[in-house]
C-alpha cells in the first residue's frame, strides 16, 4: 500500500467507531481527512453534516466510505461517484438490488472503483473452509444465525422500517459466506418470515435453499435469541463434518479444530479496496442481497408479538 489515499467517512454511527475509524488509523495506505454525519464528528479530521457539503469543500478527496444505513446508500454513493470519488459500501450495498447494478454501471462510466464490502467473507475460517469444501462432497448444509436484537440494535429503529431487512441484517452476513465458500450457488425454495405485529421487517426468518446439486441447504435467523450468539454454519460432507462458528472465528473439520489466523475482517477489508482503487478494479457481488430479495418474494409472512426495545 505505497500510494496514501485521502478517504471521508459517512454516516459515523456504531458500525464507523467500532470498525472503519480503527481500521483506517491502523493502516498506511488511507487518510482520513474528513467525515460527513448529521448528528456525529471524528477528532481530528474536517467535519461536515452531509456528504453533498463534504464533496462540495473537499476536491481533493480520493475515496469515500459508506456506513450510513442502506436506506440511504444509493443517493449517498450517486453522490461522490458524480464527484469522481472512489466508492466503498457498507453492507448491504443497497435497498434494493437493481439500485447497486445502476451504481455498479455509474462507477464503470465515472472510471472510478466501487467496493460492495461483505466483512464476514474475510473472517478467518471462511477461506480455510471454501478450499477444504471444493473439493468435497456435500450431504447437507445448517446455518444457524441467532443474536439478541437488543444488544446488538439498541435503538436502532431504521431496522425495523422498509429497506432496513429486520433480521437479515445479521442474516445476510451467513448469506455473503454461503454464497462465498459452498462449491455451488444456492437457489432459495422456501422461506417463513416472522413479522412483528407493529414494525415492517421480520425479526426471524427460515429459509430452505437447494445448491445447484439439490443439496438442501437450511437457514434460520433469529433475533429472539440468549444472551450467547449463535452464528455457525454446518457443513455436512461424506468426508465429515465442517463446523464453522462464531461467525467466522473458529472452524473444525471432521471434531478437530482446524488453526487458523486472526480477526481482521476490516483491515481486510481497506487493503483490499486500496487494492482494486490502485488496479482500476471492481468488487460488486450482489448475489446475498438477491437471496434476501427472493426470501422477501417468497416468504410466507406470519404475524408474531409486537417488538418493544
Ligand atoms: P447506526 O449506529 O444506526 O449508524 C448509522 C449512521 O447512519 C447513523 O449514526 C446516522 O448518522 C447515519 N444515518 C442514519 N440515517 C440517515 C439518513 N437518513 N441520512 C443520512 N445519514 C443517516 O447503524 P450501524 O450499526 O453503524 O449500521 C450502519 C450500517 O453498517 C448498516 O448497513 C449495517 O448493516 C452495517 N453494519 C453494522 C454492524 C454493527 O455491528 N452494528 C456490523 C457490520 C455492518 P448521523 O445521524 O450522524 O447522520
Redesign the pocket.
Known amino acids: 500500500m505505497n500510494t496514501k489515499l485521502s478517504i471521508g467517512i459517512v ?6 467507531r ?1 470498525q472503519h475509524l480503527p481500521a483506517i488509523a491502523a493502516l498506511d495506505g488511507f487518510e482520513l481527512v474528513a467525515s460527513a ?4 464528528q471524528v477528532d481530528g479530521v474536517r467535519n461536515y453534516k452531509t456528504i453533498e457539503e463534504m464533496l462540495a469543500a473537499e476536491p481533493q478527496l480520493d475515496a469515500v466510505s459508506l ?6 446508500r444509493f443517493d449517498q454513493a450517486r453522490a461522490a461517484l458524480a464527484a469522481g470519488k472512489h466508492v466503498m459500501l ?3 450495498p443497497g435497498a434494493s438490488v437493481h439500485e447497486v447494478d445502476v451504481l455498479r454501471s455509474m462507477a464503470r462510466a465515472a472510471g472510478r472503483t466501487l467496493f460492495a464490502t461483505w ?1 464476514s467473507r474475510y473472517a478467518p475460517a471462511v477461506e480455510t473452509a471454501r478450499e477444504w469444501l471444493a473439493s468435497r462432497t456435500l450431504q447437507e448444509v445448517q446455518v444457524r444465525w441467532k443474536e439478541d436484537v437488543r444488544r ?1 440494535h439498541p435503538g ?1 429503529a ?1 431496522i425495523w422500517t422498509p429497506g432496513g431487512l429486520g433480521v437479515f ?1 445479521p442474516g445476510i452476513n451467513a448469506l455473503s459466506i454461503i454464497t462465498h465458500m459452498l462449491p455451488r450457488e444456492v437457489v432459495l425454495r422456501e422461506a417463513t418470515l416472522s413479522v412483528p405485529a407493529n414494525v415492517q421487517t421480520p425479526i426471524a426468518a427460515n429459509l430452505d435453499f437447494v445448491d445447484e446439486a439439490g443439496v438442501p441447504v437450511r437457514a434460520e435467523f433469529d433475533w429472539r435469541h440468549g444472551p450467547v450468539e449463535q452464528w455457525e454454519i454446518v457443513v455436512r460432507t461424506s468426508d465429515g463434518e465442517l463446523h464453522l462458528s462464531e461467525g467466522g472465528k473458529k472452524l473444525a473439520i471432521a471434531g478437530k479444530p482446524v488453526e487458523i489466523g486472526p480477526e481482521r475482517e476490516y483491515p481486510s477489508l481497506y487493503e483490499r479496496f486500496h487494492w482494486l482503487i490502485t488496479h482500476g478494479e471492481h468488487d460488486v457481488d450482489v448475489r446475498p442481497l438477491r437471496l434476501v430479495a427472493d426470501a422477501f418474494l417468497l416468504g410466507r409472512r406470519h404475524e408474531v408479538e409486537p417488538f418493544h426495545d
Open positions: 454516516g459515523v454511527g456504531k458500525i464507523a467500532d454525519s448529521r448528528n456525529a456506513c450510513a444505513t442502506p436506506q440511504v457498507e453492507k448491504p466483512h446488538w436502532q431504521w441484517d
